[in-house]
């Protein structure tokens, strides 16, 4: 153990690339120490890569690190030197299992350091030595330790391959490029690497780039997703405090209306017992009458009858006033029957279904697959319709006779459903053609812009022209810049407002997004004007597309 002590600071001290004493000892960040001539040396070479290491735990720096003596480290050394121990490599230099060990090295082999292409041999530094400093290695090409050196000789020749064969993409050696390779664009392997790497840089900044702009996508995304759980979060707090005031209305306006039949309920009882008291008296009078008639009808004295007689004949007036023949109850069913209006008014709006999010993928835009038919009645000049009115073909010769829905001079045709709720459908297109959606309202005779698609404030339309493509409304067009699709999908929210269009191949592209308010029913258009032939075709939707992704 004290043997150990004894040797940890030698060991410590030693430089990881020539093995001897640190000499102008250098602390690189991972925490290794070199001398420093070494380690500039070792990243002199790395330079053409544009990266730097540790020659030691292999830890890569960019950028290149910059070297700065350590005073402490050559005080130790110098100290350890006037001691007069030498020091000896740690064990950990040796070649183990899976290490690639010097060819020079006789009996116990230390790890390899650098490989020679030229000597076809891999050294450890203390053998490398030679090649640093004898003017005969001067010219040896140093590369990163390698066990399979043996693969960079030609399998035919067994020469170093130092020629690359452009014509066959390979490396080659001096022998092959005097035999099979003899008339083939060759160059030196060191220049194919000079612009390989050129090109290895371009693509590394390409990486950079889109690794960059990943970055912000997912940075933007993850701000998308805080907005929409704040959104949602924020809708339910004030959902649940329109629901809760809304209760509280509720119940407020039901104890109103409980207090009111009280309170009638009180009038109307008390008015009845008025009556009731007034009947009751009028009842004890008469009742108090009739004793008295009775008594005087059993009287015997014929000058007594006559004279009690007349005041008993006389009854007063009675105060009853009977009640009016009106159903008093007909004010409670007035009430229930304002109650079960109101309650009938706040169903239908309680009921009333939450507007639906846009769709996002394709299989939600299939959702709302329609099937569209044309109108023969409105097919303009050169317009022929097949395929159960779901197929348009251009044709010159096409004659059709006159009809008040039929487009007069133009080759345009409109779809026999209306188009309300949400829509969707697509369409094959073989060339020229542009694609619609208009109020049956817009013009159809004449050649004036009040009957063109995408002339008037009626139409909307995607022009898909071999040249370019474009939305137009009203006369303003706007370019877009896509590339033209054989298929179109067309996305429709009336009662949103909304309008899409998207280019549909491998991967689902919108081309243009209309918002506005559509204050009549839609019908689905189209028009062509080219060469015959060219056809618009109203498809159902290929399988093979129902997992596309969206862009």
């Not at 004007?529 to 862009?551: A, C, I, N, W, Y």
Request: hydrophobic residues 30%; neutral net charge.
């Amino acid at each position: 153990m004290a043997q150990q002590r004894n040797q940890a600071p030698e060991v410590k001290l030693n430089c990881w690339i020539c093995l001897d004493l640190l000499k102008d000892p250098v602390t690189i960040p991972c925490g290794h120490n070199y001398c420093m001539s070494c380690i500039k040396t070792f990243w002199d070479e790395g330079d053409q890569r544009g990266t730097y290491s540790c020659h030691r735990c292999r830890k890569k720096f960019s950028p290149r690190p910059v070297l700065v003596k350590s005073t402490m480290l050559a005080d130790l050394v110098e100290e350890l030197k006037k001691t007069g121990h030498q020091a000896a490599p740690a064990d950990h230099c040796y070649a183990t299992p899976g290490d690639v060990a010097c060819d020079v090295c006789t009996g116990r082999k230390l790890k390899a350091f650098r490989s020679c292409l030229d000597c076809r041999v891999s050294y450890c530094e203390q053998h490398l030595q030679p090649h640093y400093q004898s003017p005969a290695f001067k010219k040896h090409k140093l590369v990163e330790v390698s066990g399979n050196l043996q693969e960079n000789n030609c399998s035919r020749h067994g020469e170093v391959m130092k020629i690359f064969c452009r014509t066959d993409q390979q490396c080659i050696c001096y022998l092959c490029l005097i035999d099979e390779h003899k008339s083939h664009d060759t160059v030196s392997a060191a220049a194919e690497r000079t612009e390989k790497q050129n090109k290895l840089g371009e693509i590394w900044q390409n990486i950079q780039q889109r690794i960059q702009e990943r970055e912000k996508d997912v940075k933007l995304l993850q701000n998308e997703m805080e907005t929409i759980n704040y959104s949602a979060d924020k809708a339910v707090e004030d959902s649940e405090k329109i629901f809760t005031e809304l209760i509280r209305v509720i119940e407020k306006r039901s104890s109103e209306v409980k207090e009111q039949i009280r309170s009638q309920q009180k009038t109307e009882v008390s008015r009845v017992k008025e009556l009731q008291e007034k009947l009751d008296q009028e009842k004890a009078y008469m009742m108090m009458k009739e004793a008295d008639l009775e008594e005087l009808s059993r009287s015997e004295d014929h000058t007594k009858f006559l004279q009690i007689f007349p005041s008993l004949s006389i009854l007063t007036a009675s105060t009853y006033s009977p009640l009016p023949k009106t159903n008093r109850l007909r004010y409670y069913k007035d009430v229930m029957a304002a109650v079960t209006a109101a309650k009938e008014k706040m169903q239908n709006i309680l009921t009333e279904k939450l507007p639906l999010a846009e769709p996002t993928t394709r299989a939600e835009f299939l959702q709302y697959s329609c099937q569209i038919t044309m109108d023969q009645n409105t097919a303009g000049t050169w317009l022929v319709l097949s395929d159960e009115n779901r197929k348009i073909t251009f044709d010159k010769k096409a004659i059709h006779p006159k009809h008040p829905d039929r487009f007069e001079y133009s080759p345009q045709v409109l779809s026999k459903e209306g188009l309300t709720g949400r829509c969707y459908w697509e369409m094959e297109i073989s060339r020229d053609a542009k694609v619609a959606v208009a109020y049956k309202s817009i013009d159809r005779s004449g050649d004036s812009n009040a009957c063109f698609f995408g002339q008037n404030k009626k139409s909307w339309v995607l022009e898909c022209e071999d040249s370019y493509t474009a939305f137009r409304h009203d006369g303003d067009q706007t370019f877009i810049s896509a590339l033209k699709s054989s298929r179109v999908g067309v996305y429709l929210d009336h009662s949103a407002g909304t309008l899409a269009f998207f280019s549909i191949s491998e991967i689902m592209t919108l081309l243009h997004r209309v918002q506005t308010t559509f204050t009549e029913l839609l019908y689905a258009g189209v028009y062509l004007s080219g060469s015959d032939g060219d056809t618009v075709e109203f498809g159902r939707v290929m399988p093979s597309l129902k997992r596309q992704r969206v862009d």
